[in-house]
């Protein structure tokens, strides 16, 4: 149990729908990540936040939006769903914004699926 | 910008053998670090080893080690006494110091055979 914490677990959708995931970082962890497996593209890092403030952008869509809280959970926001967008979402969170080789301890992903 | 390039998509060991798992990465930077992660059926991303660059020293834990060649930008992974646990698709990652953002390859799927 790498102690991140990601709900759902599956989510199926329409397409034009809107989703939220939320991710609880590993208790002590300051950075949280948002990364998307898909097939065609592989593990695509999204977004980075350090302490409630967003670190580092990487391919997210416009579409997409996220956000960390005071408490360190964070949510990633989809919206006008593409059956593209169907792929396993991953949050990460490590104790520090990459000071350190502190390793990313990954979260065991939200499925989704848009139909 | 920064790639890491696996090479090989599928891999096959029979148990109890050695394999190794290349990767190369592209970088300008001096600072970074490397990783593998195995991702088991299960799809959970695991750490199984790192790397820091700026140490020559090769990292081992227990049945895992890589051979690093800084010059040749060369990250390969070498599983011993492979076990069917090891079943996994790996992942080579890479990480600018001071960034926290990692940079995954296309992946490498490992299958031990009993």
């Known amino acids: 149990d790498s102690g991140v914490t990601q709900t759902p677990k599956h989510l199926i959708t329409a397409t034009g729908q809107r989703v939220t995931l939320r991710c609880s970082p590993r208790?002590?962890?300051?950075?949280v990540y948002w990364y998307q497996q898909s097939l065609d593209q592989g593990l695509q890092f999204l977004i980075q936040?350090?302490?409630?403030?967003?670190?580092a952008k990487g391919n997210i869509l416009e579409r997409f939006s996220a956000q960390q809280f005071p408490d360190l959970h964070s949510e990633l926001n989809l919206s006008s769903l593409e059956l593209g967008d169907s792929a396993l979402y991953f949050c990460?969170?490590?104790?520090?914004?990459?000071?350190?080789?502190?390793?990313?301890?990954f979260g065991n992903g939200t499925r989704l699926t848009v139909t | 910008a920064q790639t890491v390039t696996q090479s090989q998509p599928e891999m096959s060991v029979q148990e109890a053998e050695t394999v190794t798992l290349s990767c190369t990465y592209d970088?300008?930077?001096?600072?970074?670090?490397l990783f593998w992660y195995k991702q088991p059926p299960s799809r959970q991303m695991i750490l199984v080893i790192r790397q820091e660059a700026y140490k020559q020293q090769n990292a081992t834990e227990n049945r895992f080690s890589v051979n690093f060649q800084k010059a040749a930008k060369s990250f390969s992974l070498k599983i011993s006494d492979s076990q069917l646990g090891d079943t996994a698709m790996y992942f080579c990652a890479f990480m600018i110091s001071n960034t926290g953002k990692l940079i995954f390859g296309q992946g490498t799927t490992l299958q031990v055979k009993p």
């Open positions: 208790s002590g962890d300051l950075s």
């Open positions: 970088t300008s930077e001096s600072n970074y670090y």
């Open positions: 936040y350090y302490n409630g403030e967003e670190r």
């Open positions: 990460a969170s490590s104790v520090d914004a990459g000071t350190s080789p502190s390793p990313l301890h």
